[in-house]
């Protein structure tokens, strides 16, 4: 039979388990035995103890109430004795059903038959008290005073017989118990003892090949690759020492090998980061910087050799940028901002600021562990610059071009109005023609002013405390036309309990209409449009949802970009940056803005506001 290192502990351990079991059962025995004598004394004496002491008490008051009778207390003497009555024989009743000691049935017999006299005593006394009979007296004192004597005596010898019997069992349960603790201690010494003798051996057993594992070990992290542990059992411990033997002689053989190669290829990874125009840092599990190339060192304004062993919040001083590191190393997958926007970071160097665009590329180990993770920063300021100068152009042309629009409208507004009579068909088309297309030129240039003064932070916003109710109302009043004539169901809903929202009202209307009247554009006749507000913690979610035909999943992820209109949709109508504009104005909320769409059954565009604090 082969002696396994788990069969040891099993058996070790189970021969204390066994002595554990022993005591337990010992000590239950006792236990029961102790149990069923105290359950003696109350079971079988202190019942009868009770019933003893109300059955004095219940007879005492009917004397007085035979008292108060002969004194020409009648009503009164009669109640209290009919009463005590009761109680009597109710508790000589228990009386009777507890008899369990040598000599209690005669004494309850006694009482019984005593009783029974009493009350046949009573009954020829009150004839007598209502005949007012000089023998009234007399017949108490000579007839029912002695056998209420002979009923309290009896009560008593009952109270006293079932308290001997409760110190006679008491004492036993005492012995009992005293024998209980003698045998459980001598028995446990005896475990004890025992336990602690297989105990010793089996750790002699264990720790004896675990030394010489610690002494090859020492020898081992010393430098030694010679070491060898003797393996004299075929055991778990016989098969680890045969394991470490050959892992040992695999090291020494690593040893041998020309470790200058893993250094020139280290040399050279070191260099390719070094030459890299991109800013570039390696981030371990522990939050700490491994590498930083001069162009990152440069952008954090520190050293290469000064930053490296750092935490990496002591040199990335930047909030957003730390939490999407810490959260790609602990989940292992790569976290970053949906918004391409928010991974633009400013950073101040040689007085200046500049603009980086950073992104995160966890790498794992073969063990699917994250081993590191790798910050690259780009240097966009030059574009960060030229879209810059792009809004501020866009502005400033869109601002120029306001003036010569408007006179234009003017302009054809007055030559509509005038010359009408004199125009045919052809020519009041034309100027139809024309001022529809200044009409919409109107509405781009104002679009561009909007963005440019959103982009460029100038646009004011008036925050103030406003209803979710009262937005619905007025986005919705404005097209309710527009849908009753598409006979589309246009309903607003507001979840119940809905708190105040801080928001500039007029341009999260704004967002509103807009939403739903590109929902009434691109819904079919009969369809409907659900306008709904609920809290999710800190914001309120409002959500605009159609069933109409859908945006394309090629469209979804730049639908909210300058100038994009769904190709293929009808009639879009609009500049294209009607979207842009609700997504700014959202963020200036400090909310965001998604869609959910499957193209030919609806779309579903949601926006955040924070909740009033």
Same mark, same amino acid.
């Given at each position: 039979?082969?002696?396994?290192?788990?069969?040891?502990?099993?058996?070790?351990?189970?021969?204390a388990?066994?002595l554990?079991v022993? $005591?337990?059962?010992?000590s239950?025995?006792n !236990?029961l035995?102790l149990?069923?004598? /105290? &359950?003696?004394i %109350? +079971?079988?004496?202190y019942k009868?103890?009770?019933a003893a002491?109300?059955?004095i008490?219940? $007879?005492e008051r009917?004397?007085?109430a035979? !008292?108060l009778l002969?004194?020409?207390y /009648? &009503?009164?003497? %009669? +109640?209290?004795?009919e009463?005590?009555e009761?109680?009597?024989?109710?508790?000589?009743?228990?009386?009777?059903?507890n008899v369990?000691?040598?000599?209690?049935?005669?004494?309850?017999?006694?009482?019984?038959?005593g009783y029974?006299?009493?009350?046949?005593h009573?009954?020829d006394?009150?004839p007598?008290?209502?005949?007012r009979?000089e023998k009234t007296?007399?017949?108490?004192?000579?007839?029912?005073?002695p056998?209420?004597?002979?009923?309290?005596?009896?009560c008593?010898?009952?109270?006293?017989?079932?308290?001997n019997?409760?110190?006679l069992v008491?004492?036993?349960?005492t012995q009992?118990?005293?024998?209980?603790?003698?045998s459980v201690?001598?028995?446990g010494?005896?475990?004890?003892?025992?336990?602690?003798?297989?105990s010793l051996?089996?750790s002699?057993?264990?720790?004896?090949?675990?030394?010489q594992f610690?002494?090859a070990t020492q020898?081992?992290?010393?430098?030694?690759?010679?070491a060898?542990?003797?393996?004299h059992?075929?055991?778990e411990?016989g098969?680890?020492a045969?394991?470490?033997?050959a892992?040992?002689?695999?090291?020494r053989?690593?040893?041998?090998?020309?470790?200058?190669?893993?250094?020139?290829?280290?040399h050279?990874?070191e260099?390719?980061i070094w030459s890299?125009?991109?800013g570039?840092?390696?981030i371990?599990?522990?939050?700490?910087?491994?590498?930083?190339?001069p162009?990152?060192?440069?952008a954090?304004s520190?050293?290469a050799?000064?930053a490296?062993?750092?935490?990496?919040l002591?040199?990335?001083?930047?909030?957003?940028m730390?939490?999407?590191i810490r959260?790609?190393?602990?989940s292992?997958?790569?976290?970053?901002?949906?918004?391409a926007d928010?991974r633009?970071v400013a950073?101040?160097r040689?007085?200046?600021?500049?603009?980086?665009?950073f992104?995160i590329?966890v790498?794992?180990?073969p063990?699917?562990s994250?081993a590191?993770?790798?910050?690259?920063l780009?240097?966009?300021t030059?574009?960060?610059e030229l879209?810059?100068?792009?809004?501020?152009?866009?502005?400033?042309?869109?601002?120029?071009?306001?003036?010569?629009?408007?006179s234009?409208?003017?302009?054809?507004?007055?030559?509509?109005?005038?010359s009408?009579?004199?125009?045919?068909?052809t020519?009041?088309q034309?100027l139809?023609?024309?001022r529809?297309g200044?009409?919409?030129?109107k509405?781009l240039v104002?679009?561009?002013?909007?963005?440019s003064?959103?982009?460029a932070?100038r646009m004011?916003?008036?925050?103030e405390?406003?209803d979710v109710?009262?937005?619905?109302?007025?986005?919705?009043?404005?097209?309710?036309s527009?849908?009753e004539?598409?006979?589309?169901?246009?309903?607003?809903?507001?979840?119940?309990?809905?708190?105040q929202?801080?928001?500039d009202?007029n341009?999260?209307?704004?967002?509103?209409?807009?939403?739903?009247?590109?929902a009434?554009?691109?819904?079919?006749a009969?369809?409907?449009?659900h306008v709904r507000a609920?809290r999710?913690g800190?914001q309120?979610?409002?959500?605009?949802a159609?069933?109409g035909e859908?945006?394309?999943?090629?469209?979804?992820s730049r639908?909210?970009?300058?100038?994009v209109?769904v190709?293929?949709q009808?009639s879009p109508?609009?500049?294209?940056l009607?979207?842009?504009?609700?997504?700014?104005?959202?963020?200036?909320h400090?909310g965001t803005?998604?869609?959910?769409s499957?193209?030919?059954k609806?779309?579903?565009?949601?926006?955040?506001?924070?909740?009033?604090e």
């Amino acid at each position: 039979m082969q002696w396994t290192l788990r069969k040891k502990i099993l058996i070790g351990y189970g021969i204390a388990l066994l002595l554990m079991v022993v $005591i337990v059962a010992w000590s239950l025995v006792n !236990l029961l035995r102790l149990g069923r004598a /105290s &359950d003696a004394i %109350l +079971t079988e004496n202190y019942k009868s103890i009770l019933a003893a002491d109300n059955m004095i008490g219940a $007879i005492e008051r009917q004397d007085g109430a035979a !008292l108060l009778l002969i004194l020409g207390y /009648s &009503d009164e003497g %009669l +109640t209290q004795f009919e009463e005590n009555e009761t109680q009597f024989l109710l508790w000589l009743g228990r009386a009777q059903d507890n008899v369990t000691i040598p000599g209690e049935g005669q004494i309850v017999k006694a009482i019984q038959y005593g009783y029974s006299q009493y009350l046949a005593h009573f009954s020829d006394l009150r004839p007598l008290v209502s005949a007012r009979s000089e023998k009234t007296a007399a017949f108490y004192h000579e007839t029912m005073l002695p056998t209420f004597k002979l009923i309290h005596n009896e009560c008593i010898r009952l109270r006293e017989l079932n308290q001997n019997t409760m110190f006679l069992v008491s004492n036993r349960a005492t012995q009992i118990a005293h024998r209980a603790v003698v045998s459980v201690l001598l028995i446990g010494v005896g475990a004890v003892g025992l336990g602690l003798t297989f105990s010793l051996l089996l750790s002699h057993l264990l720790v004896q090949p675990l030394r010489q594992f610690t002494a090859a070990t020492q020898e081992l992290a010393a430098g030694d690759y010679n070491a060898h542990v003797s393996a004299h059992s075929s055991d778990e411990l016989g098969r680890l020492a045969s394991d470490f033997n050959a892992m040992a002689e695999k090291l020494r053989v690593y040893k041998e090998l020309d470790v200058h190669q893993i250094l020139a290829e280290k040399h050279k990874s070191e260099a390719i980061i070094w030459s890299i125009d991109d800013g570039i840092v390696v981030i371990d599990g522990d939050l700490r910087i491994t590498e930083i190339n001069p162009m990152a060192a440069t952008a954090f304004s520190t050293s290469a050799a000064g930053a490296k062993g750092r935490h990496v919040l002591e040199v990335v001083k930047n909030e957003q940028m730390f939490e999407f590191i810490r959260r790609s190393i602990e989940s292992g997958e790569l976290v970053l901002p949906s918004d391409a926007d928010q991974r633009i970071v400013a950073l101040r160097r040689d007085e200046a600021q500049r603009y980086y665009e950073f992104s995160i590329t966890v790498v794992k180990s073969p063990g699917q562990s994250v081993a590191s993770v790798v910050l690259l920063l780009r240097d966009v300021t030059r574009l960060k610059e030229l879209d810059r100068l792009k809004s501020e152009f866009v502005m400033t042309a869109s601002h120029e071009l306001r003036t010569p629009l408007t006179s234009m409208e003017m302009s054809i507004e007055l030559l509509t109005e005038s010359s009408a009579p004199r125009l045919d068909a052809t020519e009041r088309q034309l100027l139809d023609a024309a001022r529809e297309g200044v009409l919409r030129l109107k509405a781009l240039v104002s679009d561009l002013l909007d963005i440019s003064k959103i982009e460029a932070g100038r646009m004011e916003m008036d925050f103030e405390r406003c209803d979710v109710a009262t937005l619905f109302d007025r986005a919705m009043a404005a097209l309710r036309s527009q849908a009753e004539e598409k006979a589309i169901e246009l309903v607003g809903v507001a979840g119940p309990n809905l708190p105040q929202i801080r928001a500039d009202v007029n341009k999260i209307t704004w967002v509103l209409t807009n939403l739903v009247s590109n929902a009434i554009r691109y819904t079919e006749a009969g369809g409907w449009i659900h306008v709904r507000a609920e809290r999710a913690g800190p914001q309120v979610h409002i959500s605009v949802a159609d069933n109409g035909e859908g945006i394309p999943y090629e469209y979804q992820s730049r639908i909210f970009g300058k100038f994009v209109q769904v190709k293929g949709q009808k009639s879009p109508g609009g500049s294209g940056l009607g979207l842009t504009i609700c997504k700014e104005i959202v963020r200036a909320h400090g909310g965001t803005i998604w869609l959910d769409s499957i193209p030919g059954k609806g779309t579903t565009f949601t926006f955040t506001v924070p909740v009033v604090e």
